[in-house]
């Protein structure tokens, strides 16, 4: 039987598998130098182009050597060996080492085919002999020890191989990341170009900072936080004025928004009172409409989760905190899969400090503070209510207890996990 929409007073997971049914709009994708490519998202697995490093080299400075000669060497019966030229960094190396011949190379230095090994400078000494039959001067190195020489090649390949799979797509590149794929001689990656996102806030009385603000009226703090979120998420937000109470200006806005954005995120209304009419004006905008209209959770009871043909429409609750831990929650799922990826940030392993009692109808996301200890990490309950921004911004992760459990005790082990941050990885 197919599910009647919209649901109501489902629970996180059934909201998100509701929306899963319904394609979204893809991000599409772009070029671009590999420079450029920090923080953004693979739209296409990224294959090595060459070795690295493409030919062996030195660990040390010292002498490149063929092994099996200068394994018996010890500081009373050295091994000696003819100098037979230096190596160069950045220059061609000879193709292969004579017997009896050593050359002398830098760390990081390019390595005859058949050199097994260098021995290290402390480890030899130079001597200038002139040859008894033609008096030419020669310089012997005397090698006092090659027993480990081996240890101390970096070996062709031996970091990343030539059509080595790197990254799946999806993948967010890391200054390290990027790094690595230009060593391997990737030069350009197909990157998800960043979806636009509209950010309508609602509210007669907001006002905005810098502005004054009149008896009654408080500053607006989501459109701000939200566009914030969005931004460490990969996406670009678009702000919209703020959006008097009125049911034909939200209408006009979230029509702009649909007409000019990729997804849209709407703050206030979605509760039941006289004035929310936010469900109304979201089903009436397009097909397949309002899928989800209320979730068993705290923070985040009135959320609204719809498509407009494939262009997800979420709508979060009015205040500041609310409005936070359900983007979080729920609307970055969601939006994920425009670069058909998860989210797939890491929680980190605590011990909650002091023990939280919740209602156990529902499912809680509580904010944390991450305190080192003797014992390792400790969660440090932040509580207060949904307007209070001042929970969040001091913490560094969520915790979830979840439905009918009622709370967690002091020293019960939880996954914080942390807030969408750019830099982070997501």
């Known amino acids: 039987m197919e599910p009647r929409f919209p649901l109501r007073a489902v629970t996180i997971a059934q909201a998100l598998d509701a929306m899963a049914s319904f394609a979204v709009r893809r991000a599409v994708s772009e070029r ?12 296409e697995a990224l294959q090595a182009s060459e070795d690295v490093p493409p030919f062996a080299r030195s660990r040390v400075d010292g002498y490149a050597v063929i092994a099996s000669e200068v394994e018996s060497a010890t500081a009373k019966q050295p091994v000696r060996l003819k100098l037979g030229g230096e190596v160069r ?9 004579r017997a009896g011949e050593t050359v002398r190379v830098p760390t990081g230095g390019a390595l005859p085919s058949n050199a097994g090994g260098v021995v ?48 799946d797509a999806g993948t967010v590149l890391s200054p390290a990341a990027v790094g690595l794929l230009a060593g391997a001689n990737v030069s350009q990656v197909e990157v998800f170009r960043k979806p636009l996102v509209g950010v309508l806030v609602t509210g007669d009385e907001l006002v905005v900072a810098g502005e004054p603000r009149a008896q009654g009226q408080v500053r607006d703090i989501n459109s701000v936080s939200l566009s914030a979120a969005l ?178 005790d002091a020293g019960a082990w939880v996954d914080a996990i942390p807030f969408s941050r750019s830099g982070t990885g997501r």
Do not use: W
């Open 32 to 43: 671009v130098a590999v420079a450029d490519a920090e923080g953004r998202i693979t739209a």
């Open 89 to 97: 960094m950045g220059e061609a190396v000879a193709p292969v080492l």
């Open 120 to 167: 290290m400078l402390e480890d030899t000494s130079l001597q200038e002999t002139i040859g008894e039959s033609d008096g030419v001067a020669r310089t012997i190195v005397d090698v006092y020890d090659g027993a480990q020489c081996d240890r101390h090649i970096t070996p062709s390949a031996s970091d990343l191989h030539a059509g080595q799979q790197l990254f």
């Open 231 to 408: 931004r460490a998420m990969g996406f670009v937000p678009r702000r919209f004025a703020i959006i008097a109470d009125d049911r034909a200006a939200f209408a006009a806005s979230l029509e702009e928004a649909l007409a000019s954005c990729d997804a849209v995120l709407i703050s206030g209304g979605s509760s039941v009172g006289a004035r929310d009419y936010t469900p109304d004006v979201v089903a009436a905008a397009g097909g397949p409409g309002v899928i989800v209209h209320g979730i068993r959770a705290k923070p985040g009871r009135p959320a609204l989760l719809a498509m407009i043909g494939e262009q997800p429409v979420i709508g979060l609750p009015g205040n500041p905190v609310s409005a936070l831990v359900v983007l979080e929650a729920v609307a970055k799922p969601v939006l994920l899969r425009m670069f058909g990826k998860h989210d797939a940030v890491l929680p980190y392993r605590a011990r909650l400090e002091r023990r939280i009692e919740v209602e156990p109808e529902l499912e809680h996301r509580i904010a944390v503070r991450l305190v080192e200890s003797d014992g390792g990490l400790l969660a440090r309950p932040l509580i207060g209510t949904s307007a209070q921004m001042h929970t969040l911004a001091f913490a560094d992760a969520m915790i979830v207890i979840p439905q009918g459990c009622g709370g967690a």
